[in-house]
């Protein structure tokens, strides 16, 4: 029986319930992480939880805990569902409070920790490549809402996740407000020319995924030269290989855009060089 960390307790999953006043349902008003499970290992935890805090802080929603009694948690449910390899989904609401957009009228935040198994991209998807369409939605401006806030409202990201699904893809390439390349709907993107690294800068109005960072820091100390940089689609149609990274697809290669190719349409030999030193990095952490 799946257990769910909810008001400081371990429940079975038919008892985790939180109010229907509550604003994290009404308005998306909270935040989460993603994070993956290695070896009964919580992945990288402390920047998740770091990053979750953030996230908070910015919305002006305080965490009824500490950040090490949150990391307590998180390896407390992982241990309660005999996770080896899995996914923690962790929340924190509001909490309820009245019909009206006020947070000072909320008590009680929710902090909820589900962990389970996890539907990866089939294995087809690493050999072969993902397929993307440019969607026609784009990335919230960051001056609207910051990109690094990883909030309960993913509305923006799950109507270019449905374009992506209506074209037979499971991935699809956002654009920020000025035409450049930010992210895809739920990871972000890199690009290889000429054996040198590109990927979009926070100042694309991306998620800095911790996974992106993971990445970034092995290629680097691989010996691969990494640019945060300005990209528009031309880039990635001229690209020699594109790959995603994420907390799920981990490192993925993509290999056309639009029905266009990307190098020579197969996975290249730096996203799987960077896959396989992600894996190693993982079993030895």
Do not use: W
Request: net charge negative; glycine share 10%; aromatic share 6%.
């Amino acid at each position: 029986m799946t257990k769910v960390y909810i008001c400081g307790k371990l429940v079975d999953k038919a008892q985790a319930v939180v109010s229907v006043f509550d604003h994290g349902l009404l308005y998306g008003d909270g935040v989460f992480e993603g994070i993956r499970v290695y070896s009964g290992k919580v992945f990288l935890i402390d920047e998740h939880v770091e990053r979750l805090y953030e996230s908070a802080e910015a919305i002006r929603l305080e965490i009824p805990m500490t950040r090490a009694a949150m990391a307590q948690a998180l390896n407390e449910t992982v241990a309660a569902n005999g996770i080896h390899d899995g996914y923690i989904r962790l929340v924190v609401t509001r909490g309820a409070g009245t019909l009206g957009l006020d947070p000072k009228k909320t008590s009680d935040p929710q902090v909820i920790i589900i962990a389970d198994s996890i539907a990866l991209y089939p294995s087809e998807m690493y050999q072969q490549g993902l397929k993307l369409i440019t969607a026609s939605t784009l990335r919230n401006h960051p001056q609207a809402l910051s990109p690094r806030i990883k909030s309960l409202n993913y509305l923006n990201n799950i109507l270019a996740k449905i374009e992506g699904a209506d074209a037979g893809c499971v991935e699809a390439v956002m654009m920020n407000h000025l035409g450049h390349v930010a992210e895809c709907t739920g990871d972000n993107i890199f690009l290889v020319k000429n054996g040198v690294i590109s990927t979009p800068g926070t100042d694309a109005g991306i998620l800095e995924g911790i996974t992106r960072n993971c990445v970034i820091k092995l290629a680097r100390e691989a010996g691969y030269e990494v640019r945060e940089k300005t990209l528009i689609r031309h880039d990635i149609y001229v690209a020699d290989e594109c790959f995603l990274t994420g907390t799920a697809a981990e490192v993925i290669p993509a290999t056309s855009l639009d029905g266009r190719l990307i190098g020579d349409g197969k996975p290249g030999p730096v996203t799987k060089d960077l896959l396989e030193r992600f894996h190693k990095f993982v079993r030895n952490q």
